[in-house]
């Protein structure tokens, strides 16, 4: 990955989220507070704009800038929830202009574990590591077997996508959602949705 994938998979994510604000809106108005799609709009139009501004030598600079900047503007959950993760990937890529499939394998997972670090959910507690997990772990087992960028990039959107698909059958231990309690089975989380939609974005802008 380069720093022009690296750009487009950020402003691809951007008008992904953008998009989707209203469903991503829709999920948080029935379990959380209605603002996602708001949230995640702002932040990563603030995104784009930060990375169209700025001028980059390595992919990892791109995430690092990406991650800071969801951080100072978006003010729910997911702002510093998301720039942490993507501050992560940022700092765990090598320097230069070129990262191996490998590399962003380890990334994905560091930045899995930022989430988890700052949100403290597990696995099944119905929130982003939900999706961004399962994507982490099918990007890396994609590469181990010898795949290429774009059909590691594929089977984590695949896996990502079913991930937050399955939240919706799960109770939520984290976030807002949590203070409903079993109220909030039936209804896909709102930000494994979201998670889901980057991984999406990565694939298609690798070829997929
Ligand atoms: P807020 O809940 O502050 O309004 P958002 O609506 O933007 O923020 O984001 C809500 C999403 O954030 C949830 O759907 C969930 O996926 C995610 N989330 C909330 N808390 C956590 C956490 N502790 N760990 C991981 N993800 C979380
Ligand atoms: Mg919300
Ligand atoms: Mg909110």
Same mark, same amino acid.
């Given at each position: ?6 750009i ?5 994510t ?33 995104? &784009?704009? %930060?990375l ?6 390595? @992919? /990892? +600079?791109?995430? #690092?800038? $990406? ?34 499939p ?39 087992a &994609?590469? %181990? ?7 590691? @990039? /594929? +089977?984590?959107? #695949?896996? $990502? ?5 399955a939240?919706a ?5 984290k976030?807002?959602a ?22 999406r ?8």
């Amino acid at each position: 990955m380069e720093v022009d994938l690296a750009i487009g998979w950020m402003r691809a994510t951007a008008d992904a989220v953008a998009a989707a604000s209203d469903e991503l809106t829709r999920l948080d108005a029935a379990i959380g507070d209605g603002d996602h799609g708001v949230n995640l709009t702002r932040g990563f139009t603030a995104v &784009a704009a %930060a990375l169209e501004a700025g001028s980059f030598t390595s @992919a /990892g +600079e791109v995430f #690092v800038k $990406a991650g800071s900047t969801l951080i100072s503007k978006v003010g729910g959950a997911s702002g510093p929830l998301y720039g942490s993760a993507l501050r992560s990937l940022g700092k765990a890529l090598p320097p230069g202009p070129t990262v191996t499939p490998a590399d962003l394998a380890a990334g994905l997972h560091a930045g899995l574990e930022a989430v988890r670090k700052l949100g403290g959910a597990e696995p099944g507690d119905k929130t982003i590591v939900d999706a961004w997990k399962p994507a982490a772990d099918a990007f890396e087992a &994609a590469v %181990a077997a010898g795949g290429d960028l774009t059909a590691a @990039a /594929g +089977e984590a959107a #695949v896996a $990502a996508r079913e991930g937050a698909r399955a939240t919706a059958g799960l109770l939520a231990r984290k976030g807002r959602a949590s203070y409903l309690g079993e109220r909030s089975v039936g209804h896909q989380d709102p930000g494994a949705t979201s998670a889901a939609l980057l991984f999406r974005a990565l694939s298609e802008q690798t070829g997929n």
